[in-house]
């Protein structure tokens, strides 16, 4: 009961104090006809400002780059680390420190990758051949035909990299 009769003061004492501060009805009148004399005045519209009132978040790509980096880290364990060991190739800073493809790819409402196109490599590796680059890209496109997307991906076009950049 306390609470309801605080309120109601508070109220009525927020209402006093608006009722003071707000201009006389002669004040009124006389702002409201300077103010309408002024707008008919001026002959041409007034430019407007063309600003975003917000800013734009994908909360599907945010879900995506997390679910991509869930799937670059299993492309890894589970492909490129075992490709690398049985070459006897060791991922460190100073024989082995980049191996990173750019794909583009098409998925369907299932999560299966329809297209695949492969955008860029960025390979810094001195024991791999060509030969082994070639072969590492075939194992890339295995991995990748029998991966399912999570939902985030469905019927979207998707440009990811699968890798790893040592930071040496």
């Not at 201009?23 to 008919?40: D, G, M, R, Y």
């Not at 369907?108 to 051949?129: A, F, P, V, W």
Request: hydrophobic share 40%; glycine share 4%; with cysteine.
């Amino acid at each position: 009961m306390k609470t309801a009769g605080a309120f109601c003061i508070s109220f009525f004492y927020l209402l006093t104090l608006c009722q003071c501060n707000s201009p006389t009805q002669k004040e009124s009148a006389a702002v409201a006809a300077e103010t309408i004399s002024e707008i008919t005045a001026v002959k041409s519209p007034l430019p407007t400002a063309k600003t975003k009132d917000s800013i734009s978040i994908n909360v599907n790509q945010e879900t995506q780059a997390i679910n991509w980096a869930t799937i670059n880290t299993d492309f890894i364990t589970t492909c490129l680390n075992p490709f690398l060991a049985s070459k006897k190739i060791k991922s460190d800073c100073t024989h082995c420190d980049k191996i990173m493809f750019s794909f583009s790819f098409v998925v369907d409402g299932k999560g299966k990758i329809q297209t695949i196109l492969k955008e860029g490599e960025n390979i810094s590796c001195i024991r791999m051949s060509e030969t082994d680059k070639k072969n590492l890209e075939k194992e890339i496109l295995i991995y990748l035909k029998k991966l399912v997307l999570p939902a985030s991906f469905y019927k979207t076009i998707y440009k990811g990299s699968l890798g790893f950049i040592l930071k040496c």
